[in-house]
């Protein structure tokens, strides 16, 4: 120990900010200088165990302690730590130097029991806010210190006040975070000497300060520090906790009234390790209590080994120029120039975050909040994530998670990304099967999108990847179902597959993933399930929001190389079932359980033909009688329902019109035929309602039929037109919300012809004179001949010599089509 601290009394208390770069540089210098023999920090006793991994290289904050109940999941909480949190400081020190480190916090066995079940982040072990201890800002009296009320006081905001100022983070950064260090020759524990007296002022006029809970732990830390002044002497002992708790370790309390205070607390089995963190889980607007507002300042004032306002703004010029902003050296000079002119103006010691804010504002981004925006997301809050090394304490689980995290090459981060897959690349097909086992898990690391390049091939997928700290919960909870990714997924399928009450839409999403992440020995139990289930299901409705998914799988064999053949039979049977169902349940509906119906109705359509086009006639089940007495596939029998329910009048317009454009869009309904239904649902003795309802579900889903069809646009033009005007109102609605999903390109051209008229009518020639469009005479089929040749050659189809197209000018639609 070193000549300065003769003087010293009694243990080193040194109470700091959580997460504040001043208070952390001021701890560093007194265990330098006092060189303690052992250190105790706020936080869970049960990280005793793993203190010793803080000292590792591989080692690097943010992390946080994560607690979690073993029997218990969904209990867990956080002590997250930062690279200028005080507490990290000491650890490292004391690590490094083979100094003992014990945490003195109320156990985690007793927070997470004491908890209400949800996720909890705790400030070196305490679920306050974050000021110079650990309240919550708001007002407090007298009796709301004696526990008459809920609300708790803000010591930071309080002394803050005494000394003049009326915001509390501007006084803590220009008392604290701003000084560079103690004078030269200056005892550096004086500072925490002065805070803890300033608290012990504050706590003898406020008492616990709404802190009730604050009362219990404190008990426990006392006692901790009994322990260790006997073990290793006052002198030798040091404490970094929150600065609100220094005046309750130098309380004259008994060790019996201590113990008292934590007899009979609630117990729960808690493990303790460490995770990576993230800068954005530190920042208060995440809703950690103590979090801080600019994370990414704080970091650069603790590593910045000097000049601090100059090397922030070369990082600012940095950024904007990555986003092509104009920045010079002139601007960075002017910039630091003004911040420094600000702070001097505010009577500030050093420029702060708000001056250099102001500054770059001004001269960087020439008074646009636009940029500035980017530059708080990027540098003043920032994307940093940390790492824990592989040997450190960790679940089996979590091990196998980071082992194959590097068999595939996926790297977390906390920044979103997308990562499109091509599978049939193993490395790629490995990824893939691995973020569908986490997701099987709950553990939602990367989230399946939309192709960037439009692509819908079964051989591509795409994903935005994130992790967030949470996920390392998710793990620690999904050890339950076993050591091993795959052990697990498999395993929770399984669990999840045979739960009571898991609908049907479940069971075959379920077996759907198994497919995906290929887990072969869940996947026997799924399908029973879902065979099952699909016995005793007779809900139409049910069945055809179950098929797509069991469709989707049958797709995937040959991309994965997954035996999907056990769900065709299922899938088949499934279909047949949704068939003979669908015209009794489509009867008699009301709106509301029309538009409900409409959507199954796309589902279930889209995936019979996905089912007929990868399973042809003959290769199904056999093929039965259709309602017409004739034999046929699947497909043919399906299609036979939709004319039936097109024609049948008890059945909803807005299911008639949709199953109407069905059968058009599959070449299956004749132009004659199709104007014949368009010319009875808008007849005059029709509804206007009814009518509405049946254009919205013909026309719902593009535009480009009233295009090309000169005479269905002019049918609807003419009903629409002829609509009474005191039903007007009533359809208006309905119409709105079809043409609103058209392309603004598609209700532009419409409007167009509508305007102009048919052919021979209105402004017609006056129009073509000025190369608008007009009504034309129809689709030239001689030229739209010879383009389809060349499109079924590329699609793969039939050429145009195998009479494949339908009857009655389909080629002609099929032309409009192309």
């Known amino acids: 120990m070193t000549a300065v601290a003769e003087g010293a009394a009694g243990p080193l208390l040194l109470g700091v900010r959580h997460h504040g770069p001043g208070s952390a540089r001021a701890v560093g210098a007194v265990l330098e200088a006092y060189e303690p023999g052992v250190v105790l920090i706020e936080g869970p006793p049960e990280a005793d165990a793993v203190a010793a991994a803080a000292g590792d290289d591989g080692m690097v904050p943010p992390v946080a302690l994560l607690a979690h109940a073993v029997d218990e999941p969904g209990r867990a909480a956080f002590w997250p730590l930062a690279e200028f949190s005080p507490e990290w400081v000491a650890i490292r ?49 007298e009796a709301d210190a004696e526990g008459g009320s809920g609300v708790r006081l803000d010591p930071l905001a309080a002394l803050a006040e005494a000394a003049g100022y009326d915001d509390p983070e501007r006084w803590w950064e220009d008392a604290v975070e701003h000084r560079r260090g103690a004078a030269p020759g200056a005892d550096p524990y004086e500072p925490f000497a002065a805070l803890g007296e300033a608290m012990a002022e504050l706590r003898a006029v406020h008492g616990a300060g709404g802190h009730q809970r604050d009362l219990v732990r404190e008990a426990h830390m006392r006692l901790r520090l009994r322990e260790a002044r006997k073990e290793f002497g006052d002198a030798a002992t040091a404490v970094v906790c929150g600065a609100w708790h220094v005046p309750a370790l130098t309380e004259a309390v008994t060790v019996t009234a201590d113990r008292r205070a934590l007899k009979g607390l609630p117990k729960v089995k808690a493990e303790v390790t460490w995770v990576p963190w993230t800068h954005r889980r530190l920042a208060r607007r995440s809703g950690y209590g103590a979090g801080i507002v600019s994370p990414g300042w704080y970091r650069h004032l603790f590593t910045a080994p000097d000049r601090p306002v100059e090397r922030w703004m070369t990082e600012v010029a940095g950024l904007l120029r990555e986003q092509d902003h104009q920045v010079s050296s002139a601007h960075l000079i002017e910039a630091v120039r003004l911040a420094g002119t600000l702070a001097t103006l505010r009577g500030r010691p050093l420029a702060g975050l708000t001056e ?134 498999t395993a929770k399928a399984r669990s999840r597959a045979v739960e009571p009450g898991t609908a049907l839409a479940e069971v075959t999403e379920l077996a759907e993933l198994c497919l995906l992440a290929r887990l072969p020995d869940a996947l026997p139990v799924v399908m029973r399930v879902l065979a099952d289930r699909a016995a005793l299901e007779s809900d139409v409705g049910h069945l055809a929001r179950a098929l797509p998914a069991l469709v989707r799988t049958l797709r995937y064999g040959d991309v994965r190389g997954t035996d999907a053949g056990a769900l065709a039979e299922v899938a088949e049977g499934m279909a047949e079932r949704v068939r003979v169902g669908l015209p009794p349940a489509c009867a008699g509906l009301d709106s509301e359980g029309a538009r409900e119906m409409r959507g199954h109705l796309d589902a279930a359509h889209q995936a019979v033909n996905l089912l007929a086009r990868d399973r042809p006639a003959g290769d199904g089940a056999a093929a039965s009688e259709t309602e017409g007495g004739a034999t046929g596939n699947l497909l043919d029998r399906w299609r036979a329902v939709l004319r039936t329910l097109a024609g049948r009048d008890r059945v909803p317009g807005l299911l008639r019109g949709r199953c109407a454009r069905l059968l ?26 009814e009518a509405a309802a049946w254009i919205e579900g013909f026309l719902a889903g593009g ?47 419409l409007g167009e012809l509508v305007r102009r008229g048919p052919a ?48 009655d000018g389909s080629h002609e639609r099929e032309g409009a089509r192309v």
């Open 93 to 141: 020190w004391a690590v490094r130097r083979g100094v003992p480190v014990r945490f003195i916090d109320l156990p985690a066995a007793h927070t997470l029991a004491m908890s209400e079940g949800e996720q909890e982040t705790v400030p070196g072990g305490t679920d306050g806010g974050g000021a110079a201890g650990d309240a919550d800002p708001g007002p407090v009296s």
């Open 356 to 489: 250099t804010t102001d500054a770059v504002r001004s001269v960087l981004c020439e008074g646009s909040d636009v940029p500035l925006e980017l530059i708080r997301d990027r540098l003043v809050v920032g994307d940093v994530l940390g790492e824990v090394p592989e040997g450190g304490p960790a679940v089996p689980l979590q091990r196998d998670l980071a082992r194959c995290r590097r068999a595939v090459r996926l790297k977390p981060s906390a920044a979103a990304r997308d990562l499109d897959l091509d599978l049939r690349k193993e490395t790629d097909a490995a990824r893939s099967r691995l973020l569908h086992r986490l997701r099987l898990l709950g553990i939602d690391w990367g989230e399946p999108v939309r192709s960037r390049s439009g692509s819908t091939g079964t051989f591509r997928e795409s994903w935005r990847l994130c992790w967030e700290p949470e996920l390392s919960v998710r793990v620690a909870e999904a050890g339950i179902w076993g050591t091993t990714v795959r052990e697990a997924a």
């Open 664 to 689: 058009l869009d599959d070449g299956q309904l004749a132009d004659a035929e199709a104007e014949r239904l368009v010319s009875l649902a808008l007849s005059p003795g029709t509804p206007p309602a």
């Open 703 to 749: 535009g480009m039929l009233l295009v090309h069809d000169e005479r269905l646009l002019a049918l609807v033009d003419r009903w629409l037109t002829g609509v009474p005007a005191d039903a007007f109102t009533d359809v208006l609605p309905l119409l709105r919300r079809t043409f609103a999903e058209y392309e603004a390109g598609v209700r532009r051209t």
């Open 760 to 807: 021979g009518e209105g402004r017609r020639g006056s129009d073509e004179r000025e190369g608008l469009p007009g009504f034309g005479a129809g689709l030239e089929a001689g030229r739209a001949e010879s383009v389809l040749e060349t499109v079924r050659l590329l699609l793969g189809t039939e050429s145009a010599g195998d009479g494949g197209g339908a009857a």
